[in-house]
């Protein structure tokens, strides 16, 4: 592999500045009106080296401007004569929609103007745009590949291919659609790919399809961000929607993500928090494009509090505010995994992500854990009478800082016309708690013995594979014991990683094809590389004679 820096390196230097890159003076102004003060370690590692030329392989947690990184640069590349300039793939159409948001707010002062480009909406628009003279396409593989075998982008020769999301375009769903995406693409480009998981087989791929590539990796031993605080609770099947729907209540989770396996499992827990009180609403890739936009636009401005969605919200999307991410089910994979609960403790903020398993479930979780080498805590979820005690805490703390408005004093001189001052406060009081009624049985989950049990037959059977027991017998912790998260994208403290035991997500040595979803594991994997090794000239432009024709 060619240059490795670690964010070790970066940190002993002094804080970065962005005026160091010399950029232009125009996308200077855009990072002032973002109030960015300090490049993010991987902007800190990547920009100087785009802004060369080099094609680059960036890694870095969730939430750490992996799209700054990679869009600042890019667009200080443009020369603005007219042509597409500037080409970003992304796995789904909501994350389009917010990159080219973002690459808008930092080249709107050069003049660059994006146009995004996915299924599910008009292609008149999506080409009238292009017409107008819109330079960075921004878009999803699919309508983009429709596009450009019906020759509708002429003269499309972007100098400048980004795949966001990189591991999850080159994985197998998407891996063909790339291919003949990068048929069309000129040989003389510069190519970066980015993502906060970058499993080895993608990596070696990357090596093949990118000329001389610049590797850089902010995470050295911890996938995840260590801004978020990782518990699992332990419950039965039938338990979930009890699970939820209490956690959500002790964490007073102010703004959460839920995430499920399926669409109708989104639409149905969609109907039972709604029906629980919950202002909630669902995301899935079978809604209607104007719904999703509707959805992902109300989520962004705080219109409700709980998304619930499939993966299709895991990877790249920004939502601000967002305090806690459940997993109702647990993710098929590691990956997953690692951009699911991404959602929160983004951009330095603090997180919590919460993962309800079942005992069948246990040792997927084991392995989740070992693979992405974090630290998960187990917890008991708390009894009805826990929540009421910590939500009359919360109550009291309210209360004593409750400024009094004028008007209070109309009510209170009518209300004392009929009751006595005692009375009155009772009331109060009763009239504040019956809007935090806790619902569900008093206990939910396993109990502390069965968990015992558990342990002790996974320990006693000594085929786990691994799994980092730490936070596998921890007693219930209470709601506000939460320790541990130091790190933080934006300050680069990733300190822990001093061990060196890197790039622990693909240690394993199996992606995708190593787990459960693909039986055939290692037969399957190695076909796969024959077909990657057979593309990846395709990719390097050597194929160029039996491409399609471009115009
Ligand atoms: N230098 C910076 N200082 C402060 N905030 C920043 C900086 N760079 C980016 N941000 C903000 O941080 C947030 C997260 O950035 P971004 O979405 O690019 O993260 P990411 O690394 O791509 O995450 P993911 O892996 O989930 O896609 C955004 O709101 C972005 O505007
Ligand atoms: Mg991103």
């Known amino acids: 592999m060619n240059d490795v ?13 962005f005026a160091e890159f010399g950029l232009r003076k125009e996308i200077m102004q855009s990072i002032d009106q973002a109030g960015f003060k300090n490049p993010s370690p991987i902007q800190t590692m ?36 007219g042509g ?52 960075v396409i921004i878009a999803t593989p699919g309508r983009l590949l429709d596009m450009l075998s019906r020759d509708m982008l002429k003269g499309f020769a972007p100098s400048t291919v980004i795949l966001d999301e990189a591991d999850e375009m080159l994985d197998m769903g998407f891996l063909d659609d790339i291919n003949e995406i990068f048929s069309y693409l000129p040989t003389e480009r510069q190519t970066l790919l980015f993502s906060a998981t970058m499993p080895q087989p993608i990596k070696n791929l990357a090596e093949r399809i990118l000329v001389n590539p610049f590797f850089a990796s902010i995470t050295k031993a911890e996938t995840t961000n260590t801004d978020i605080a990782q518990q699992y609770y332990v419950i039965e099947e039938s338990e979930r929607d009890d699970a939820i729907i209490r956690l959500m209540d002790a964490e007073d989770a102010k703004k959460s993500v839920v995430f499920c396996r399926t669409k109708k499992e989104v639409d149905r827990l969609s109907n039972v928090l709604s029906a629980a009180g919950y202002s909630a609403k669902g995301l899935h890739g079978d809604m209607e494009q104007r719904q999703r936009e509707s ?10 509090d709980v998304l619930i969605a499939t993966d299709v919200a895991a ?3 920004h939502i601000d505010g967002i305090t806690h991410v459940f997993n109702y089910h647990i993710p098929f994979d590691s990956e997953s995994y690692v951009h699911r609960i991404g959602r929160t403790g983004r951009a330095g903020k603090k997180g919590v ?37 910590s939500q009359v805490n919360r109550l009291l703390a309210e209360i004593e800082k409750q400024h009094i408005y ?15 001052q005692e009375q009155i406060a009772y009331k109060l009081i009763s009239v504040l708690m019956e809007r935090n009624t806790v619902a569900g049985p008093n206990q939910i989950g396993i109990s502390a013995e069965r968990m015992e049990k558990i342990l002790h037959n996974l320990q006693t059977r000594g085929n786990d594979s691994g799994g980092n027991r730490r936070g596998g017998g921890g007693g219930y912790r209470g709601n506000n014991n939460r320790g541990g998260s130091t790190g933080g994208g934006y300050r680069g403290n990733n300190d822990r990683n001093a061990s060196g035991s890197g790039e622990r997500s693909s240690s ?44």
């Open 46 to 81: 990547v920009i100087p080296v785009i802004m060369e030329g080099r094609d680059v392989v960036g890694q870095a947690q969730t939430g750490t401007g992996k799209t700054a990184a990679f869009g600042l640069p890019a667009l200080n590349k443009m020369h603005l004569k």
């Open 406 to 420: 004028d008007e209070a004093h109309k009510v209170l001189d009518a209300l004392k016309e009929e009751f006595d």
């Open 295 to 304: 959805v992902i636009k109300g989520a962004k401005s705080d219109a409700f």
């Open 353 to 389: 992500a919460i993962t309800l398993v079942t005992p069948l479930e246990f040792k997927e979780l084991q392995r989740i854990k070992s693979k992405v080498g974090t630290t998960m805590e187990h917890a008991y979820i708390p009894s009805k009478m826990d929540v009421k005690n």
């Open 5 to 17: 820096e670690t964010t070790l390196e970066v940190l002993d230097k002094e804080l970065p500045t």
């Open 315 to 317: 990877r790249g999307l």
């Open 508 to 551: 394993g040595g199996g992606y995708r094809g190593n787990n459960d979803r693909n039986a055939s594991g290692g037969g399957e994997r190695s076909s796969a590389g024959g077909d990657r090794g057979d593309r990846s000239r395709s990719f390097s432009g050597q194929n160029r004679s039996d491409s399609r024709p471009r115009s």
């Open 84 to 135: 597409i300039e500037i080409l970003i793939i992304t796995p789904t159409r909501e994350l389009a929609n917010q990159v080219s948001d973002e690459i808008f707010k930092y080249g709107k002062h050069l003049g660059a103007r994006t146009v995004t480009i996915y299924g599910g909406s008009s292609y008149n628009r999506q080409l009238d745009l292009i017409d107008r003279g819109a330079q």
